[in-house]
T-cell receptor, first 115, second 114 residues
């Protein structure tokens, strides 16, 4: 049973560039959430996708956008990169059942460094 | 106000001993879920245990148990018989209702001493 996978594992970009991160959910899951984890901090929610629509969004600027495909995989796009965007980006998948028990399972993350 | 507060930046425990990691939460939603995750140095967040707001009994998963005190809004993780492989960051998280967002604390770094 394949877990959540993310690519690439590491990425180095320069300020002003754009980046795309990819995520494949755990088998059987239909919902993908993205988090940003700065060094020494807990993960911060960026947004969640379900049925190819953004279901909920955290407090992140419009430079952060996403997409979910019919096969439930997802992309996170960040435009006009800033030094402060350097972080570990975590993807989490879950099965949306509409109750608080929906557990999110995380991938290994993509470590983004902006120079 | 912080949704999740973890007040122990770092903890040490002797191998084979038990350890409690503290977590308090803040919500006005009557329905919520509480989660604990382990994050080794590799970065992946590993789900450990879940407690629902309406659950009458404390959750247990192997060596992990969750000490849920609803009136005090606390959800402490207890790890029994600590092992060297337990050394990692531990994060407490909360989900309110059926909303997608998980709120995470700042984490506790646990070191198991041989």
């Amino acid at each position: 049973d394949a877990g959540v996978t993310q690519s690439p594992t590491h990425l180095i970009k320069t300020r002003g560039q754009q980046v795309t991160l990819r995520c494949s959910p755990k088998s059987g899951h239909d919902t993908v959430s993205w988090y940003q984890q700065a060094l020494g901090q807990g993960p911060q929610f960026i947004f969640q996708y379900y049925e190819e629509e953004e279901r909920q969004r955290g407090n992140f600027p419009d430079r952060f956008s996403g997409h979910q495909f019919p096969n439930y995989s997802s992309e996170l796009n960040v435009n006009a990169l800033l030094l402060g965007d350097s972080a570990l980006y975590l993807c989490a998948s879950s099965l949306l059942t509409g109750v608080e028990t929906d557990t999110q399972y995380f991938g290994p993350g993509t470590r983004l460094t902006v120079l | 106000a912080q949704k999740i507060t973890q007040t122990q930046p770092g903890m040490f425990v002797q191998e084979k001993e038990a350890v409690t990691l503290d977590c308090t939460y803040d919500t006005s939603d009557p329905s919520y879920g509480l989660f604990w995750y382990k994050q080794p140095s590799s970065g992946e967040m590993i789900f450990l245990i879940y407690q629902g707001s309406y659950d009458q009994q404390n959750a247990t998963e192997g060596r992990y148990s969750l000490n849920f005190q609803k009136a005090r809004k606390s959800a402490n993780l207890v790890i029994s018989a600590s092992q060297l492989g337990d050394s990692a960051m531990y994060f407490c998280a909360m989900r309110e209702g059926d909303r997608g967002q998980f709120y995470f604390g700042t984490g506790t770094s646990l070191t198991v001493i041989p």
